[in-house]
Every structure is written in C-alpha cells, then in structure tokens.
C-alpha cells in the first residue's frame, strides 16, 4: 500500500506531503468558489463582466499550494495581475495586430511586474486576457482592470489570509530573521560561523538562475541543512551520553536568596525547581532572580527539556540562540535525571569533530 501511494503522489516541491495538497485543494475550492460568488454578488446584473476571471484559477495554485513562495504574496497577485491586465489593455489599444499585441502585452506585463515587484506567472494570463478577451473585455477598456480583475484579486487574497490564519500558516509570509538574543547589532551566535547571507548572494550570481524562494528563506533553509548535517553524522552521540548527572536542584518553596547562594557556589546560570519527588516544575536563574520575588515558585519559568536518549546535536540550536543556557533532562516520569549546558555540548563538540576532521585525513 505504502509503495502504491508513492507511486501515485511523488512530491515534486520540497516539504510537500499529500494531506497538504488535500487541504491545498479545499483551500482553493473554497477561495474560487467565494470568489465568483462575490463577483455575482458584486456585478452580477451585467451579463457582459464575468464573475471571475481565468487568471484566478493560476493565482490560487500558488496562494493555497505554495504559500511560502514570493509569487504568492498579496501584492504580487494583486498587483501582478491588475498591472499586468493594465499592460494587456493598453497593448490590444495600440497594436492592432492580434497575434503582435499579445505578445507585446506579456512582455510588457514581466517587465512591468518586474520593476514593481509583483511578479506574479497568472499575470502573463492577465494580459493575454485583455487582448484576446472579446467584444465584453473590449467594451470595459481600462475599467475591466479594476473590475473583475483586481476586485477578484483582492477577494481571493483576503480569503487566502483567513484561510491560512486558521490553519495558522505564515501567510503573509514572512522569513524567519534571527537576531542577537542581547539586542547588540551582532549576529545571532548560531550565525556567526558557518557560511553568511553574503555566501549566498555570491552562490546564487555563480549559478546566474533566478529560484522562486525568498533569499531570507533560503539562508534559513541552508543553516538547519548544516544542523541536520551534523546530526546525521554525530547523532550516536544521546543527552546521556555528556550530560551531568548530579544536578543541583531547588525546591519551589525556597527563598530567592536559597537559590541566588547556590547559582554562585556552583557557577551555574539556571537551577532547575523540583518538587520532593523530583518532579521538575521549571527553571530559575540569575535573569529571574532579578525580577524580584521571595519564594523561587515566584520567579521561575517554564524548563526546556529533553529525554535521555535524545541525540545531543539536535540541541545544538536552542543552546546556541543565547536564551537557554541549559537543558533540563527528564525521564519517562518526568523526573530530572541530566542537565545538559552549552559547555557541555561545547566539549563534546570539541572532542567529536577534531576525531571526525582526523578520521577524514
């Protein structure tokens, strides 16, 4: 079953899965069929203006589909397909020629969207269809472009918007930025090492291709290809492997001044808060401590955990933002066993990779 299922849905864009494309579908069933139905709403009683225009049903394949892509941003719908259908009108008004105006009419719409930034591939439809349109499109001249064309747009941008919120989808997408965790114009830790959006800028001139990804995602995308990297080569290495097993630990009745003494005896940056059975309740640290409160329970915050047998690189991430300090090991009780800190992972990293780069020579 599981092999017939590949052969009937092989992804053809990365991240893609068949309960996603399932969802995709009903999203634009959806957003077309409230589209027209605005539309009729809108300006039905003229039976020369089509309630939706065909251009819609390209723009919904990228606005449901891939979400995520420039192409399918709410200005580049709207802005692409209106400029473009401006471009298109204007073409079919100047060059009398049929077959010369809609190429003219496509060109000038890439360039158009181009300087805009709108690029939008229905656009190209949105053209052609204000020159091979007919009497109807004809008739509505420069207006067609606003309606249906760009009312269309806009309706199925907003039903887009809505329709990703509840599925709680980053749309309008917006790329990730990673920022210094102190506030400082530095680079967030995990990005000082390792290659630089600059890398990138230079890669993507190398290969002379436009891709359809934001360059913001694609940084994104190539710093966890370098995490997984190392966690496919390093991840025999567990939590319980590098972890430290006699945790110092304070209980949510302590006073501040408790756990603020045992922070600096032992240079440690968190504590975790256990209860008498070792039930782990959340973290305290210096950052907390200056809040104010009498009583640890007053001051602590919710601990990142992991389990034992987690693999230690996948950690490399959180400790590496300059918020976690540490990781709270649990086991299947919920009972702190382990504490994982940024040195910890730092040593290992230190003795694993140097052995990696001499295995290699």
């Given at each position: 079953m599981s092999k017939l299922r590949f052969k009937l849905f092989s992804p053809i864009?990365?991240?893609?899965?068949?309960?996603?494309?399932?969802?995709?579908?009903?999203?634009?069933?959806?957003?077309?069929?409230?589209?027209?139905?605005?539309?009729?709403?809108?300006?039905?009683?003229?039976?020369?203006?089509?309630?939706?225009?065909?251009?819609?049903?390209?723009?919904?394949?990228l606005l449901f589909a891939v979400p995520a892509s420039p192409l399918a941003?709410?200005?580049?719908?709207?802005?692409?397909?209106t400029l473009s259908c401006l471009c298109g009108i204007l073409a079919y008004r100047l060059v009398p020629d049929m077959m010369v105006a809609s190429g003219i009419a496509v060109g000038l719409a890439i360039v158009v969207m181009s300087l805009t930034k709108c690029?939008?591939?229905?656009?190209?439809?949105?053209?052609?269809?204000?020159?091979?349109?007919?009497?109807?499109?004809?008739?509505?001249?420069?207006?067609?472009?606003?309606?249906?064309?760009?009312?269309?747009?806009?309706?199925?941008?907003?039903?887009?918007?809505?329709?990703?919120?509840?599925?709680?989808?980053?749309?309008?997408?917006?790329?990730?930025?990673?920022?210094?965790?102190?506030?400082?114009?530095?680079?967030a830790p995990i990005l000082r090492a390792g290659?630089?959006?600059?890398?990138?800028?230079?890669?993507?001139?190398?290969?002379?291709?436009?891709?359809?990804?934001?360059r913001n995602d694609l940084d994104q995308l190539l710093q966890r290809v370098e995490r997984q990297a190392l966690l496919r080569t390093h991840?025999?290495?567990?939590?319980?492997?590098?972890?430290?097993?006699?945790?110092?630990?304070?209980?949510?009745?302590?006073?501040?001044?408790?756990a603020l003494a045992l922070l600096l005896e032992h240079n440690l940056r968190i504590l975790p808060v256990a209860d008498t059975s070792g039930q782990l309740l959340g973290t305290i640290g210096l950052r907390q401590i200056a809040h104010g409160g009498r009583q640890v329970r007053e001051a602590m915050v919710p601990a990142f955990t992991a389990s034992p047998d987690t693999p230690a690189f996948s950690l490399l991430t959180p400790l590496a933002d300059g918020l976690i300090h540490a990781v709270i090991i649990q086991d299947t009780a919920g009972r702190v066993v382990g504490l994982l800190s940024?040195?910890?992972?730092?040593?290992?990293?230190g003795r694993v990779l140097p052995a990696t780069e001499a295995a290699k020579g």
């Open positions: 864009l990365a991240g893609a899965t068949l309960n996603d494309r399932l969802i995709n579908g009903l999203g634009a069933l959806i957003g077309i069929g409230l589209t027209g139905l605005i539309g009729e709403m809108t300006f039905g009683g003229n039976p020369d203006l089509p309630l939706i225009v065909a251009p819609l049903g390209a723009s919904s394949v941003q709410p200005w580049s719908i709207i802005g692409g397909n690029l939008h591939p229905p656009g190209g439809a949105a053209a052609l269809t204000a020159v091979i349109g007919g009497p109807a499109v004809a008739a509505q001249g420069f207006s067609f472009a606003l309606v249906p064309m760009a009312l269309n747009s806009i309706t199925l941008v907003l039903l887009g918007i809505i329709f990703h919120k509840l599925l709680r989808h980053n749309y309008p997408h917006v790329p990730p930025k990673v920022v210094s965790p102190v506030g400082t114009k530095d680079p290659f630089h959006v600059e890398d990138v800028d230079a890669a993507l001139a190398e290969l002379g291709e436009a891709f359809d990804i934001n991840g025999y290495l567990t939590c319980s492997d590098i972890m430290s097993r006699d945790v110092i630990t304070v209980r949510p009745d302590d006073d501040i001044e408790t940024q040195t910890d992972l730092l040593a290992a990293a």
